[in-house]
């Protein structure tokens, strides 16, 4: 069996999978900002201990996803926004010390991507990218199997790639990146409500002016696609993330915006899919997160 990581911004959830995904225990306690390093690493390997425990089979070694900045070709956790004590922490080490056993990290996102291309929504697709949609706009990409690095082992940040230059500031430096206009507190924004959800309930009951946020929604999400269809052409673009949940109110003004922006590519043979592992994506893609650690190595 394989233990699951997963290191969020609110919470640390920890989980023992079988090599087929399933989830065989897991327990999850509140992180935070005020959770110093050394209480947090504690938490970590008691949970990993419990949960191991409870499954009773023997542990082959440990995945993690971790809400980034993380460095994974060093398994060190970089300058978190959420978890501020933690940079410098080598994760990787200190796990591998407690079970003897190899660990691998990676962003939360890449590791989502490794889980939908393993065990849902990816399966069989060579060139495969992974979005999600919340509170920002982040995502993984696949290629033959592979996640794709930048340089260093760097993580590409498509949520960051300018839809319109002319739009709101981000706090990475740049204006009108697609985050700043397509993600969920963008969408609430838009719509004047105090959440993407109201929104989409707002238009769902027919209100003109959550409609019309849902549109401009649509066709924000739509650029964002269509510029990762024009740029890589996958098989599959996998959709997470709550606001593609109410994908259906979007799916017109995506896919018009498609046609009219990917008319030199195949864009029609890029499935874009929901993610299918929805609560358990973030465990599955921390086990995927060893199982290609330790096939690749690198
Ligand atoms: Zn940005």
Redesign the pocket.
């Known amino acids: 069996m394989i233990g699951a990581v997963d290191i969020g911004g609110t919470k640390i959830a920890v989980g023992m999978l079988d090599r087929s995904g399933r989830i065989l225990a897991r327990r999850e306690r509140p992180s935070g900002s005020e959770l110093p390093v050394e209480r947090g690493l504690a938490l970590i390997f008691s949970m990993l201990h419990e949960t191991a425990d409870e499954a009773g089979g023997e542990l082959e070694g440990i995945g993690v996803g971790c809400t980034g900045p993380v460095d994974p070709l060093t398994g060190t956790l970089g300058r978190i926004q959420f978890l501020p004590g933690w940079q410098g922490c080598r994760l990787t080490s200190e796990l591998q010390n407690e079970f003897v056993v190899t660990a691998f990290l990676e962003n939360d996102a890449d590791a989502a991507a490794l889980g939908e291309l393993a065990w849902g929504a990816g399966r069989d697709a060579k060139r495969f990218i992974y979005v999600t949609v919340s509170t920002g706009i982040g995502g993984g990409l696949v290629f033959d199997g592979r996640l794709y690095r930048g340089v260093d082992g760097s993580h590409p940040?498509i949520?960051?790639h300018v839809i319109d230059p002319s739009g709101p500031h981000?706090?990475?430096?740049?204006h009108g990146?697609?985050?700043?206009l397509a993600s969920g507190p963008a969408l609430a924004e838009h719509g004047r409500r105090s959440s993407a959800l109201e929104v989409c309930q707002a238009a769902e009951a027919g209100d003109p002016s959550a409609r019309r946020a849902v549109e401009l929604e649509g066709w924000y999400l739509g650029l964002g696609f269509a510029n990762l269809i024009n740029l890589f052409v996958p098989d599959v673009i996998a959709l997470g993330g709550g606001v593609m949940r109410s994908r259906h109110l979007f799916w017109e003004r995506i896919q018009l915006t498609l046609r009219e922006n990917c008319g030199l590519v195949p864009f029609e043979k890029t499935a874009l899919v929901p993610a299918q592992l929805g609560p358990n994506a973030a465990l599955a893609g921390a086990a995927q997160v060893w199982i290609k650690g330790s096939q690749f190595n690198d």
Request: with cysteine; net charge negative; hydrophobic share 25%.
């Open positions: 940040e949520g960051h981000c706090f990475c430096g740049a990146c697609w985050e700043t």
